[in-house]
């Protein structure tokens, strides 16, 4: 059974960075592509960043292109989101997810989430 666990999460001010981590058990990493969403309370799962498979490609939702970094470590199993200079609309609890797909672009193509982990970014 694949598990997920995301950490990382914080409450900073703006400008700030953090670096989420996603860790995997049950499969190796390299059988996924593998993404980051953002959730808002009342509001839809948001797609922030995904990795193919391999890392080959990435795409980014355009509110955080430039500014946040996914990297997939296939060796150590563990999915990373680099986020520099949050703001506050980046508030939000983070979730990672894992697809079959080559480039899962939304929520349903993910077969495995994780518990999601809070990040509060405050003016």
């Known amino acids: 059974q694949v598990h997920l666990a995301e950490s990382g999460g914080a409450s900073v001010q703006t400008g700030a960075s953090l670096r989420l981590l996603c860790t995997i058990s049950g499969r190796p990493l390299s059988d996924f592509a593998m993404g980051w969403f953002r959730q808002v309370q009342g509001k839809e799962r948001e797609l922030v960043a995904v990795?193919?498979?391999?890392?080959?490609?990435?795409e980014y939702a355009g509110s955080v292109k430039g500014r946040f970094t996914i990297t997939k470590d296939n060796v150590q199993n563990i999915l990373f989101l680099q986020m520099n200079s949050l703001k506050p609309e980046d508030s939000a609890v983070y979730y990672c997810?894992?697809?079959?797909?080559?480039?899962?672009?939304?929520?349903?193509?993910?077969?495995?989430w994780g518990q999601g982990t809070q990040v509060t970014v405050s003016s």
């Open positions: 990795s193919s498979w391999n890392g080959g490609r990435m």
């Open positions: 997810g894992a697809s079959a797909r080559f480039l899962p672009l939304s929520e349903g193509e993910y077969n495995h």
